[in-house]
Antibody
Framework: QVQLVESGGGVVQPGGSLRLSCAAS????????VHWVRQAPGKGLEWVAS????????FYADSVKGRFTISRDNSKSTLYLQMNSLRVEDTGEYYC?????????????WGQGTLVAVSS | EIVMTQSPATLSVSPGERATLSCRASQSISTNLAWYQQRPGQAPRLLIYGASTRATGIPARFSGSGSGAEFTLTVSSLQSEDFVVYYCQQSNSWPVTFGQGTRLEIK
């Protein structure tokens, strides 16, 4: 079955950096778009970034554009999120998400999440 | 950016009854809409995509309908594990956006 295991979360000061990783298994990673979605404590879901299956294109929420970089290594079935210039409002659970098949983006498998806390 | 508005914020329904959750888009999104369920302390789970297609393993009591800008998630014969939070999400255009969520509570 599909498994997505995030790692790399932790506590960081404002202005700092973190790199999240997501190890994927149970499906052909190189055939699917993948995404990061986050959730601030007690709040709703916010899409963060997406990358095409073949790395041909990536997309970012305005709130993270220029600070975060999504990337993937299809040979390792791993997704990454490099987060720089972190802000307090970046605090939350970060989920690695696999896209479903079909033309429209939908999130059919989710990891368990990794917690990022930005605090001084 | 397409704004997704869910209503009501909280819905009180008795077990065994039917719940109807609404999601409205700020512009037409065709049928590029998905619904998710989130239980406390867990990651969200895909329920419906393409506005009306149930995801793998989702019970038949969950159904979705709508197109354009108005969508509905119906949960018939509510069971105890259904009283959690539900989100809609559009993917008609970037950025992907979610509704703020509807909490389904026991009446």
């Amino acid at each position: 079955q599909v498994q997505l295991v995030e790692s790399g979360g932790g506590v960081v000061q404002p202005g700092g950096s973190l790199r999240l990783s997501c190890a994927a298994s149970g499906f052909i990673f190189s055939s699917y778009d993948v995404h990061w979605v986050r959730q601030a404590p007690g709040k709703g879901l916010e899409w963060v970034a997406s990358i095409r299956y073949d790395r041909s294109n990536s997309f970012y929420a305005d709130s993270v554009k220029g600070r975060f970089t999504i990337s993937r290594d299809n040979s390792k079935s791993t997704l990454y999120l490099q987060m720089n210039s972190l802000r307090v409002e970046d605090t939350g659970e970060y989920y690695c998400v696999k896209d479903g098949s079909g033309s429209a983006t939908h999130f059919d498998s989710w990891g368990q999440g990794t917690l990022v806390a930005v605090s001084s | 950016e397409i704004v997704m508005t869910q209503s009501p914020a909280t819905l009180s329904v008795s077990p065994g009854e039917r719940a109807t959750l609404s999601c409205r888009a700020s512009q037409s999104i065709s049928t590029n809409l998905a619904w998710y369920q989130q239980r406390p302390g867990q990651a969200p789970r895909l329920l419906i995509y393409g506005a009306s297609t149930r995801a793998t393993g989702i019970p038949a009591r969950f159904s979705g309908s709508g197109s354009g800008a108005e969508f509905t998630l119906t949960v018939s014969s509510l069971q105890s594990e259904d009283f959690v939070v539900y989100y809609c999400q559009q993917s008609n255009s970037w950025p992907v956006t979610f509704g703020q969520g509807t909490r389904l509570e026991i009446k």
